[in-house]
T-cell receptor
Framework: QKEVEQNSGPLSVPEGAIASLNCTYS??????FFWYRQYSGKSPELIMSIYSNGDKEDGRFTAQLNKASQYVSLLIRDSQPSDSATYLC?????????????FGTGTLLAVQP | KAGVTQTPRYLIKTRGQQVTLSCSPISGHRSVSWYQQTPGQGLQFLFEYFSETQRNKGNFPGRFSGRQFSNSRSEMNVSTLELGDSALYLCASSLVENSPLHFGNGTRLTVT
């Protein structure tokens, strides 16, 4: 089992729709969770961080965490073509190690105008 | 505030050579992590340094090494380069434990 798993996509949504990106992780002791966006040829940039169960909203983005199910998701409302990118889920705390961030392979999102 | 700075941006080396990559973290950040990114494997964790000590290490061969200086700047070295080492090498810094990583623009290494 991979440590952090994401569907590679591509996930195609029409402009204005809600994009839903999902991620599961294997270590129940993981402590902090992040979503990064990476445009082609660029480095990852942080979108959201979440540390406790529930929802966290920031503008058009909502991160959801369910530690019991070892599941974290990202919702993008009113998707725009500029949101087209690879979205990386990252999990910290594997094996009790802090500051060892493990990334999923990413989900490619394509927003169709 | 300046971001994470990586040099050089591009490198071309031949098999068997060695290479050193440099990273300057965001001012005040004492943790520096290194990642290798390839199309097939995604972002793979190499190692993490804090206060000049390697705290975490990924599953890479001993040819990959790093160090951190007292000013938090970090270098990573790859010896005896192989074709498979061609990748984007990303450095990231963070302020405190469990806080987000902030990435530099990366060094694109091509091994021929």
């Amino acid at each position: 089992q991979k440590e952090v798993e994401q569907n590679s996509g591509p996930l195609s949504v029409p402009e204005g729709a809600i994009a839903s990106l999902n991620c599961t992780y294997s270590d129940r002791g993981s402590q902090s969770f992040f979503w990064y966006r990476q445009y082609s040829g660029k480095s990852p940039e942080l979108i959201m961080s979440i540390y406790s169960n529930g929802d966290k909203e920031d503008g058009r983005f909502t991160a959801q965490l369910n530690k019991a199910s070892q599941y974290v998701s990202l919702l993008i409302r009113d998707s725009q073509p500029s949101d087209s990118a690879t979205y990386l889920c990252a999990v910290n705390g594997f094996g009790g190690a802090t500051n060892k961030l493990i990334f999923g392979t990413g989900t490619l999102l394509a927003v169709q105008p | 505030k300046a971001g994470v700075t990586q040099t050089p941006r591009y490198l071309i080396k031949t098999r068997g050579q060695q290479v050193t990559l440099s990273c300057s973290p965001i001012s005040g950040h004492r943790s520096v992590s290194w990642y290798q990114q390839t199309p097939g494997q995604g972002l793979q964790f190499l190692f993490e340094y804090f206060s000049e000590t390697q705290r975490n290490k990924g599953n890479f061969p001993g040819r990959f090494s790093g160090r951190q200086f007292s000013n938090s700047r970090s270098e990573m070295n790859v010896s005896t380069l192989e074709l498979g080492d061609s990748a984007l090498y990303l450095c990231a810094s963070s302020l405190v434990e469990n806080s987000p990583l902030h990435f530099g623009n990366g060094t694109r290494l091509t091994v021929t």
